[in-house]
């Protein structure tokens, strides 16, 4: 495909939130392409580890358009279920996705349309919608001694499964979701699991799943309303239920620092192991949009709804509220996806 070629909306990203855009983008007519630095499709979710699962059933895990199909044998699907449901997606809708192409910049064309530079050529476009996620940039805290530390050191990204951890003892650093879950997978298989974290861990009530979730987020933007984190922080999924309930899921504070061993604590504990998993989260992949000149003194990037606040012409989709309510997940995307596309379509006319 190298070369130079023309757009009306150009999308970054070929997960979910790029698979919602360009749902949309068919339906009004107008011309895009969706360009996807991945091998295969499935987003994210192809990466995950292999017994993460929704916190929802298949039916309030959809696209807009199309349901997803449930899983035999399970109320939530599990990763590769969803990876393989994005893969179906996008071909039942014939969405033109390029992949692989990664996007290294984007600038101002000078004639009222943006120029997207890639390792596969260049397009020219009216606008664009970022949906790249945050899976590429995750996010390692500065703490002190991880580069003295002889053990193995690995992010939520590179954790697949709990059975190469048996017999080892085990760190897990982080008190979201990312964080319960793996320390919950891996409490029946490592010898001994250390789950830490900077506050003590919340646990949602076990009624409120991925639906519930949405809904919650929707209320608290529409009309006020309590926020998701008044209420916890961690979704009650069964695994993590399970290992509460076992008892092996008790959290401990955060470590003051790492040595050649393990952790230390101020008080002077030490808790030797020989891997330490840090679940502390990732940033927004919005790399190629350096060169447009959107952040504001504190480095962010402000928005109306999914709309850039410095350029009408460029849209953020997918990357938490601050982009639309639940605009992560996959049942809350399809809404903002909407929304972002009507905008786009009424600005180009």
Not at 72 to 78: E, I, L, Q, T
Not at 114 to 121: C, E, I, K, S, W
Not at 304 to 315: E, K, L
Request: proline share 7%.
């Amino acid at each position: 495909m190298s070369g130079f070629r023309r757009t009306q909306v150009l999308v970054i990203g070929g997960g979910q939130a790029g698979l919602a855009a360009g749902y949309h983008l068919r339906r009004t007519g107008l011309d895009f392409a969706i360009l996807d630095a991945a091998q295969a499709p499935g987003g994210a979710w192809q990466h995950y580890w292999d017994t993460l699962r929704l916190f929802s059933p298949a039916a309030y895990s959809s696209l807009p358009g199309r349901p997803m199909p449930a899983q035999p044998g399970h109320d939530a699907p599990d990763a590769a279920h969803v990876a393989a449901y994005l893969a179906e997606y996008e071909k039942r809708y014939e969405l033109p996705v390029h992949r692989p192409v990664q996007v290294r910049t984007v600038v101002d064309a000078g004639d009222g349309g943006l120029l997207a530079t890639t390792d596969d050529g260049t397009w020219h476009a009216r606008a664009l919608i970022s949906a790249t996620g945050s899976w590429t940039r995750p996010f390692l805290p500065a703490v002190p001694g991880r580069e003295v530390f002889g053990g193995r050191q690995l992010h939520t990204t590179g954790y697949r499964d709990a059975t190469e951890f048996a017999g080892q003892r085990v760190v897990v650093v982080g008190g979201g979701n990312s964080g319960a879950q793996i320390a919950a997978d891996l409490a029946g298989h490592a010898a001994e699991v250390r789950w830490v974290t900077r506050r003590p861990a919340r646990l949602l009530p076990d009624e409120i799943d991925g639906r519930a979730l949405f809904e919650i987020a929707t209320r608290r933007v529409n009309d006020g309303g309590p926020r998701i984190s008044d209420l916890g922080d961690i979704v009650a999924t069964a695994p993590v239920r399970a290992a509460r309930v076992a008892g092996l899921l008790a959290d401990h504070h955060m470590f003051d620092h790492l040595d050649a061993d393990g952790p230390v604590w101020t008080a002077g504990e030490r808790w030797p192991c020989g891997t330490v998993i840090w679940c502390t989260g990732f940033r927004p992949a919005l790399g190629p949009l350096a060169g447009l000149g959107l952040r504001d003194a504190d480095g962010r990037i402000p928005t109306d709804g999914t709309r850039a606040g410095a350029d009408p012409r460029v849209h953020l989709l997918g990357y938490g509220d601050w982009t639309g309510p639940a605009s992560a997940t996959l049942i809350g995307v399809g809404r903002t996806a909407r929304a972002a596309v009507t905008e786009l379509a009424e600005l180009l006319g």
